[in-house]
């Protein structure tokens, strides 16, 4: 395998800088320096143990495995140096040796340019391993964002009359930490039984126990949040664009392992280490974006975006809920400057049988608005609301709309401005 020059690394992201030794205790002796085990600017010892306390464990230097043959194995457990074992995580060194890391960068098809060892640190979640310079939180931070802003530009330009509530929840359909949590799985990512310095780099490692303090997200949690588990007040959707996550959802991850900690799953012990995992998982894929990005730049990342995450399919249409849905389409009518909608029965059968099916209309002057069937007048008319209100907000001007990071691009066509309507008719 080519050797890789990490002397070249400049992303602040990237740069893992050693702790100074104490003075009352000698300075260990450093690793070899080599292209394997070089960090950014110069040959760096990992200062860290589990309670990452630089001063009270040192790795001992890395050797080199051969059994003899013309490749180089991983190494197994009991020829490990002493020391590795302890360690919260990996060193990077040993990702070069790993088979199973080389098998998913070949999986995802990433170029050259990603290194193993800022893919290895993708897998290491800050549950895992407290130490920011060796988990993926500041990774999974930048490709959180970058996830978020490609799916909501997308979504605003593809379909430009949601609702915000719809919105957030279309977002959390794509980018979500169960969706993304599936992407993981369907990549073939396997986690380890428990993290460690021995563990395969190339194994998802999360603790099992405890949720990692990363910062992955935007958001506040609201010195009311716990009034509002109990009632809505203060919390209407455009405040929640301002304090709350991505999703629009409240910041309290308190809350959710209270209730979750005790209930029986099947896969991963209970709900509570169910939810972990799914959250390592998500942090794992927008760190892995993260990396490409650090990497290979804007372009790779997006075109990844765009081939694992927005190509999954979602039936936005099985998002909405109405309440009083032909109270709504009056005034959307009445707001559009149309004529007052109308229902008009089109055809019924067996009106006198046990299952009868009237198919009714919504008709704004000529125009004819939604159709819908049902078993009752009121339903089918209801229905026929729905319809037309769903045609309404779903409309789209095309599959293939170009969106505002297009003109980023090199050689890019002249922009054309975006149709973003005045938003929703009544605020659910």
């Not at 396997?190 to 990363?214: C, I, N, R, T, Y």
């Amino acid at each position: 395998m080519k050797r890789l020059r990490l002397d070249r690394w400049t992303s602040p992201l990237l740069a893992a800088r050693p702790a100074p030794c104490p003075a009352s205790r000698p300075r260990a002796a450093l690793r070899p320096t080599t292209a394997a085990s070089a960090f950014s600017r110069g040959t760096a010892v990992r200062y860290q143990s589990t309670d990452t306390t630089p001063e009270e464990h040192i790795a001992a230097p890395q050797e080199d495995y051969d059994d003899g043959t013309d490749h180089v194995r991983f190494p197994p457990l009991e020829k490990l140096p002493p020391g590795a074992a302890s360690l919260p995580s990996p060193p990077p060194e040993r990702a070069l040796r790993s088979a199973k890391l080389a098998a998913l960068k070949a999986r995802l098809a990433l170029p050259d340019r990603v290194p193993l060892q800022t893919l290895a640190r993708a897998l290491v979640d800050a549950s895992a391993d407290q130490n920011r310079l060796f988990n993926n939180s500041s990774l999974a931070f930048v490709g959180q964002t970058f996830i978020n802003y490609h799916v909501s530009e997308w979504l605003l330009c593809r379909y430009p009359r949601l609702p915000m509530k719809i919105l957030y929840a279309a977002m959390k359909g794509y980018a979500g930490p169960i969706s993304l949590h599936h992407v993981a799985r369907s990549w073939g990512i396997e986690h380890a039984a428990a993290p460690g310095g021995e563990v395969d780099p190339g194994l998802l490692q999360f603790s099992m126990h405890k949720p990692g303090d990363a910062f992955v997200a935007l958001g506040y949690r609201r010195s009311e949040a716990d009034h509002l588990k109990h009632n809505k007040w203060r919390h209407s959707l455009s405040n929640s664009v301002v304090f709350d996550d991505d999703f629009g959802d409240l910041i309290d991850t308190q809350d959710q392992a209270d209730k979750m900690r005790a209930r029986p799953d099947t896969e991963y012990g209970n709900e509570y280490t169910r939810m972990l995992a799914e959250n390592a998982y998500a942090t794992c894929v927008r760190a892995v974006v993260g990396t490409l990005y650090a990497h290979a730049g804007r372009e790779p990342a997006k075109a990844f975006v765009k081939a694992h995450i927005l190509a999954r399919t979602l039936e936005i249409e099985r998002l909405f809920s109405f309440k009083h849905p032909t109270r709504e389409l009056s005034m959307l009518c009445a707001r559009e400057d149309f004529e007052a909608p109308v229902a008009r029965l089109l055809s019924e059968t067996g009106r006198l049988s046990r299952t009868p099916v009237y198919n009714v209309g919504i008709f704004s002057g000529g125009d004819k608005l939604g159709e819908g069937a049902a078993a009752s007048l009121d339903h089918a008319r209801a229905k026929a609301a729905m319809n037309a209100l769903m045609s309404w907000y779903l409309y789209s001007p095309g599959e293939n709309v170009s969106v505002p990071s297009d003109m980023l691009e090199d050689g890019a066509k002249p922009w054309t401005p975006a149709y973003i309507d005045m938003g929703e008719v009544v605020g659910r």
